[in-house]
Structures are given as C-alpha cells and as structure tokens.
C-alpha cells in the first residue's frame, strides 16, 4: 500500500505558499547552440581567470624573492585553444 501526503495550502501562510509554487528560470539559451555558446563563453572566462591569478602568484613570489615592487598591469590578447581571451590582465614587475 502507497501512503500519498496531501497538503491543504489554503491553510498555509503566504510565504509558505509562494515558495511552494514552481518557478520560471530564464535561461540565457533556449537552443543546442546556445548551450554551447554558454558553455564556451564561461570556460574562456574560467580560463581568464586561472592565468591571471597564476601571473599574480608568479609575480608574487619574485617579488618576494627579489624585493621589489609591482608596477602595475598591462593587457594583452591571447590566442588559445579555446579561442581569443581578450584584455588579459598581465602584472609587471
């Protein structure tokens, strides 16, 4: 025997109520090419993301090393596997 839970949600409060309702999520796709498109925007910028943060550890453990100071960034293009990363944030030293 299968026991069913029925919920009575005109007795519930208001803020019980809305959260119980599905929600619609607006997706930034509505196609197979748009997955991909998401997909590869946000892995580019994954991959940003990890050079930038390698070059400012790099840049932080020479200056440890050499006791100096950064100088600021400067930015570049770089061409990779997964396509053009633009505006890299390079460090100087």
């Known amino acids: 025997m299968v026991a069913s839970l029925m ?3 005109q007795k519930l409060p208001k ?4 959260t119980m309702k599905p ?3 607006n997706l930034p796709f509505s196609s197979p090419e748009g997955i991909m498109t998401f997909i590869h925007k946000e892995v580019k910028k994954l991959v940003k993301n990890l050079i930038e943060n390698l070059m400012l550890e790099e ?4 200056l440890e090393e050499q006791e100096d100071s950064g100088n600021g960034f400067y930015t570049r293009n770089l061409l990779t596997n ?9 460090p100087q030293v």
Not at 15 to 18: H, K, L, Q, S
Not at 59 to 62: K, N, S, T, V
């Open 7 to 9: 919920i009575n949600t």
């Open 15 to 18: 803020e019980v109520e809305a």
């Open 23 to 25: 929600r619609k999520q």
């Open 59 to 62: 840049r932080g453990i020479y």
């Open 82 to 90: 997964y396509g053009e990363i633009e505006s890299l944030r390079v």
